[in-house]
Structures are given as C-alpha cells and as structure tokens.
C-alpha cells in the first residue's frame, strides 16, 4: 500500500511539472526554461515530499519513545511494589522465627516448671481429703477410687493446665471505656469446679507453690498481651505477683529472662503486690523490682488499707498505680471545720488526694465499686479510674477466644461465681 501510494505522488509531481514546463514553454519562454522548470518543480516536489515524510516518521518515532517510557515506568512501579512485598514477607518469616524461637524458650522454661511442681508434691506430706465445694462429695479421679487430697487436686490442676485466666476491666472515669484489666487465676479440679485462692492458697503458702501459680498466671498475661498488642489494642493488664516470687533466686532469673525477651510489652504489663507485702519487702525483693522497673515494668499496690503512704517510697520503687476500695475510702471521709478530709490526713483536703498522687506519678483506682452512689462519691474526689462488679464482673477467658481485644462477650465466656471476698 505504501509503495501504491509512493508511486501516485510521484505521478503527481511530475504532471504538476511537466505543466509547470509546458505552460512557460506556451507562452514563449524557450524549450531550455521549460526543461529548467520541468527539473526544479519535480525536485521541488520530491524534496517537500521527503520533509513531510521526515517529520511524521520524527512524530511516530516520538511516539514509540514515549510508549516505551512509559512501559518501563509501569515496569519499575511493578519492580518496586514486588520489592515491597519480598521485604514485608521476609520480615513476617524474620517475626515468625523469632517469635518460635520465644515460644520454644518459654515451652522448656513450663517443662522445668512442671518438674519442679512434681518433685515439691512428691516431697510434701498428704493433707485432708478436698471436698467440691458446692456438693459436699469427695472428689475421685476414678470411681472406686480413694478421696483426693486437696494437695493432690492442686497438684493436678497445676501439671494439667488447669489454669484459668480471670479478666475484670478498669474503667477510665467518667467515661466509662475500658483502659486496663486486672488478671485473676483460678484452679479447676477434674470434675470443672473452681478452686478459689481461700482454698488452693492453704496449701500452695506452706508448701511455697505460689510461686508456681504466679510463673503460670504471667504465661496466661503475656499471651493475652501479646494478642491484644498484635490488634493495636491499647490496653493494659495488671497481673498480681507475691513478693516471694520476687524474692526466690531459682524462680526471679527465669522470670527476668522471660520479661527481657518480652520487654517490648513493658507498657501494656503491670505487677500488682498487696501494701502489707510491699512496705515489707526485703532488699532482694527491692533490688529485682528495680531490675524490672528498669526493663520498663511498672508496680500497683493494691489491698490497701492505710491511706497514709509514703509516696517518695512508691515514686522510687516505680510504683504508678494505687488500688483502693471504694467503700474503704468513703469510710475515711470525715468533716474537720466545714471541711472534708480524709481521717490519715486530716491536713489535706480529700479532693486533693488524688491530685497529690498525681504529682508523684501514682494513679489512684478506685476497685470494688458496687453501686452508682459510689461512682458519683468518687467522681467528686477527682479519681479517674474505677474497678468492681458494678463495670464489669471478672470472666474467664477460653482458648479460643485468647484473640479477642474487646472485653470478652457473654457468649464465650464462663462468669465468675459469685464469691467476692475471695478477690482480695
């Protein structure tokens, strides 16, 4: 077709100057100014014809230079985005790695648990049958079969796994959302009962099991931890631990590598300790919080009966929260001239209680609060976190609902009996 068309222009452009010639030859201008024009039109023509052709193969060529820009850069952006997804892919292998890594740690860290479990049960002498709390009867692995003894029934449900993580929220006043949960840890026997701390503690004190119980309940906190921070949940676990653990030379080095591998979850991860063991606390135990306050671990005290603290000592030892029962500081309040005050301080108005801790960096929690006369009471004094039955009862968490960043729904949890005063 091109060559078609080639061929008919040039057909034109020798008729367009063989009549160029002939019309000067017409009209007088000689055969060799005729022949001159003959020659310079066809050039002429044939030298337009090639410009023409010269800028539109410039334009195609232009063209095709662009097309081929712009496939390389859609080839690059291609490049780039599957360069995006190597390094995110070998960064999810790099986590899954280390987090197997973690769990094989923390796998042969229970094995040695649970071998030190055996060898203190074996040690220790056969208390009195345990009875199921609710029916009365002994408690048999087998029909037929002796009564247990409540160090047996502890001893299994330690060995087995049978070991609940309780969750009760903490609310952020006055709204009412949930900033923090406080872990509790409950015994199941064979049958599914509960063992509340008022009956395993009887022998898990003497025996110097509790050590055991907080080293399995840190396992059940970091995993909730753990799970909750993957969802970007910004909440924060308190997770009661005895001053003995925090004392015991085989147990706190163990405890201490663990935390170092899961420092990361130092903000979210809170150790509570009662306010009689803590102003007890001997140097040992002072030296490992300090030694887990500098991983970046903060301390409550809780089961708090004297209001009158020693705030620089809390300050000192990282202590951030304070637990107080809501009743408890009701019953300080008392009015000295037209004035209420708090009677371990009568100097200091009770409305800057609060504010006083919180200079010192100690945020007051008002827990076991039962009823909305009691929220408004303590509203009024300027608390900004509030804990009880009234929020929220404590709820055990199943396995499978460990992912959960919400407060666990009714449907997939197993609601705590009814025995408050075993809570402390």
């Not at 068309?5 to 055969?31: E, K, M, Q, V």
């Not at 005729?34 to 410039?58: D, K, T, W, Y």
């Not at 280390?98 to 740690?105: F, K, P």
């Not at 609902?401 to 075993?422: C, F």
Request: charged share 25%; aromatic share 6%; net charge negative.
């Amino acid at each position: 077709m091109r060559r078609l068309t080639l061929a008919l222009l040039c057909a034109t452009y020798l008729c367009l100057s063989l009549i160029a010639a002939l019309s000067l030859w017409r009209n007088g201008f000689g055969g060799g100014v005729a022949v001159s024009a003959f020659l310079g039109g066809l050039g002429l023509c044939l030298a337009s014809h090639g410009m023409i052709m010269r800028m539109l193969e410039m334009r195609e060529l232009r063209g095709e230079v662009e097309a081929v820009r712009d496939a390389h850069r859609i080839l690059l952006d291609q490049v780039e985005r599957i360069d995006g997804r190597v390094v995110q892919v070998a960064k999810i292998v790099e986590a899954d790695v280390s987090r197997s890594a973690e769990l094989t740690d923390e796998v042969h860290l229970l094995e040695k648990l649970v071998h030190k479990l055996t060898r203190r049960f074996d040690e220790q002498p056969q208390v009195a049958p345990y009875l199921a709390a609710r029916g009365g009867h002994d408690v048999r692995g087998h029909e037929g079969r002796r009564p247990q003894s409540l160090m047996e029934v502890v001893r299994e449900a330690l060995t087995q796994g049978r070991v609940d993580l309780y969750l009760q929220p903490v609310m952020a006043l006055p709204q009412r959302k949930t900033v923090f949960y406080e872990s509790y840890s409950r015994l199941r026997d064979a049958t599914g009962q509960v063992i509340m701390p008022a009956e395993y503690l009887a022998v898990a004190e003497p025996n110097g099991l509790v050590t055991a119980i907080d080293n399995l309940l840190l396992f059940r906190c970091v995993q909730i931890v753990r799970r909750l921070a993957r969802q970007d949940r910004r909440v924060g676990i308190f997770c009661n631990i005895s001053m003995a653990s925090l004392s015991d030379d085989e147990f706190f080095p163990q405890f201490l590598d663990l935390l170092r591998a899961n420092r990361d979850l130092a903000p979210a991860l809170i150790f509570e300790v009662g306010q009689a063991a803590f102003e007890a606390r001997n140097g040992v135990a002072a030296r490992n919080m300090a030694r887990l306050a500098d991983l970046g671990f903060r301390f409550s005290l809780d089961k708090v009966t004297n209001l009158d603290l020693d705030l620089q000592d809390l300050s000192r030892a990282d202590v951030k929260f304070v637990k107080i029962g809501a009743q408890t500081l009701l019953d300080e309040l008392t009015e000295v001239e037209d004035r209420l005050v708090l009677r371990s301080m009568p100097d200091l108005a009770a409305e800057d209680f609060a504010l006083l801790m919180r200079r010192y960096g100690v945020d007051l929690i008002a827990e076991k609060v039962e009823n909305e006369r009691q929220v408004v009471d303590i509203l009024d004094l300027d608390i900004q976190f509030g804990q009880g039955h009234l929020f929220g009862e404590p709820r055990a968490i199943k396995e499978a609902v460990l992912a959960e960043t919400g407060a666990p729904p009714a449907s997939t949890v197993v609601q705590m009996p009814q025995r408050r005063a075993a809570f402390g």
